[in-house]
Each structure stands twice: as C-alpha cells, then as structure tokens.
C-alpha cells in the first residue's frame, strides 16, 4: 500500500510563505497523479492543484498565482509553495495520489496523507 507523508505546515503572518513537502513511501505504476487538498473546519475538502508524472500542472482554486506545484519524480515527492497567505488559507492540507488528474476529482484519488495544518494570522 502506498502511504503519503505531509511535512512543512505551520503558523505564518499573513503575507508570509509556506512550503509544503509530500512523500510517497513507495511507487505505483497506476499512480499518474499527485494533488494537493485543503479542508478548513466546517467546510468541504477542496482540491488546490495537482501535477502529473509529465510535470502538467492543474489548478482549480483562486489561490492560482500564488501557489504553485511541483514535483521530483526521482523522490516520489510532490510540492506545494504557498506565498503571500491570507488568513483564509488557514486549512488542513492533505496530499493524495490518483490514476489521473482530469478534473481533480475527490472520488479519483485511492491514496491520502493524514494532513500538515496550515495557520495563517493577521
């Protein structure tokens, strides 16, 4: 089974950058995907962006601009450079791995980490 490992999160002031670090403990031939989520307390999970093994980038959220995805496949690793936070970015973000990133959707990806929290103050 594969296991993904978030790292890097924690307490910025706004205006401040964050990046976040996901590594999978293994590879899997069927994973083509790897994103990145972000669920805040009450809210839906919602996908942030993803990247493929071709290095194709998708982003679906407004923070398009100031965060930017990367990976090495080399690591297994996945990247998430958040900059210029705003408070409202303050969420739980979870790296997950899926067969395709068409659409990011939710119900595509079989593999999740367990979350790096992210706080961000004004």
């Known amino acids: 089974q594969v296991q993904l490992v978030e790292s890097g999160g924690g307490s910025v002031q706004a205006g401040g950058s964050l990046r976040l670090s996901c590594a999978a403990s293994?590879?899997?031939?069927?994973?083509?995907?790897m994103a990145w989520f972000r669920q805040a307390p009450g809210k839906e999970r919602e996908a942030v962006a993803g990247i493929d093994r071709a290095g194709r980038t998708t982003y679906i959220n407004s923070e398009q601009g100031r965060f930017t995805i990367s990976h090495d496949n080399n690591k297994n690793e996945v990247y998430l450079q958040m900059i210029s936070l705003r408070p409202e970015d303050s969420a739980m973000y979870y790296c997950?791995?899926?067969?395709?990133?068409?659409?990011?959707?939710?119900?595509?990806?079989?593999?999740w980490g367990q979350g790096t929290q992210v706080t961000v103050s004004s």
């Open positions: 293994r590879y899997t031939y069927s994973i083509y995907c």
């Open positions: 997950a791995a899926a067969s395709s990133c068409d659409g990011l959707r939710r119900a595509a990806f079989r593999y």
